[in-house]
């Protein structure tokens, strides 16, 4: 950790700055994550039917509340990686909000209609917009926490009813599909950074042709990224 802020200190600043667009910051590097947190929400999400099952009684032994073990974890990573996916566009269309080696304060919010309303790129931007909200509920809180940080913005856990899950899995392919679609036409980030990406194989739902995926710049080096089976 320390030899790496040694290197960072010896670069320029423009070298820090075009270093965090390449490496980190770029939107195919937000699609990835996202699609990392979405594939690690619908398997768990798979294995539903073995969930525990917590059952709140009163004294009387009256049922006041039943939740599956699986929601909580599910509304937690599938929640973040809408917020990824959508970022993913933001990035796309605003590349100054990672310039400089530091995130836009734009960028710094766990709010998905939010994040969405600034897109023009983003599907369903109007439909499905529930489906947001109902994700977006507990990131500050019960997601995370059995609280939140005032009596005020403390929300009561919700169920993950199969037609949220429904709905979560048609944004998110809409989602994968149009930025597939983009990334393939190239992105011009700040810095003077080029990309390029060929995304293939299934990205937040959306499937294409199973072969490797790669990253094309202006930089001498190029990153061969492979997501499928391994290649020959």
């Known amino acids: 950790m320390q030899s790496d802020a040694a290197g960072l200190d010896a670069m320029s600043a423009s070298s820090r700055g075009k270093l965090f667009v390449q490496e ?39 049922i006041l509340d039943q939740s599956r ?26 590349p100054q909000w990672v310039s400089n080696g ?62 949220l899950w429904r709905g979560y899995s048609v944004v998110m392919r809409a989602y994968g599909r149009k930025l597939t679609m983009l990334l393939g036409k190239g992105w011009y980030g700040p810095h003077g950074f080029y990309g390029r990406w060929t995304v293939t194989g299934e990205h937040l739902g959306y499937n294409t042709r199973a072969v490797p995926t790669y990253r094309a710049t202006k930089l001498p080096s190029k990153l061969h990224v492979h997501k499928g089976k391994p290649l020959a």
Request: aromatic share 10%; hydrophobic share 40%; charged share 20%.
């Open 24 to 62: 980190f910051a770029n939107p195919h590097s937000w699609l990835l994550t996202a699609d990392n947190l979405h594939e690690q929400a619908a398997a768990i999400y798979a294995g539903g039917a073995s969930s525990s099952i917590m059952t709140k009684v009163d004294a009387d032994n009256t």
């Open 69 to 94: 073990g699986i929601d909580r974890s599910v509304f937690l990573l599938g929640g973040f990686a809408l917020e990824n996916a959508i970022k993913a566009f933001l990035v796309y269309e605003n």
């Open 102 to 163: 530091r995130l836009s304060r734009n960028l710094k919010s766990h709010s998905l209609t939010a994040l969405q309303s600034k897109s023009e790129l983003v599907p369903y931007k109007k439909r499905h917009v529930s489906i947001l909200k109902a994700f977006e509920g507990g990131l500050d809180s019960w997601f995370r926490y059995p609280c939140a940080l005032t009596v005020e913005e403390t929300k009561q856990g919700g169920n993950l009813y199969d037609h």
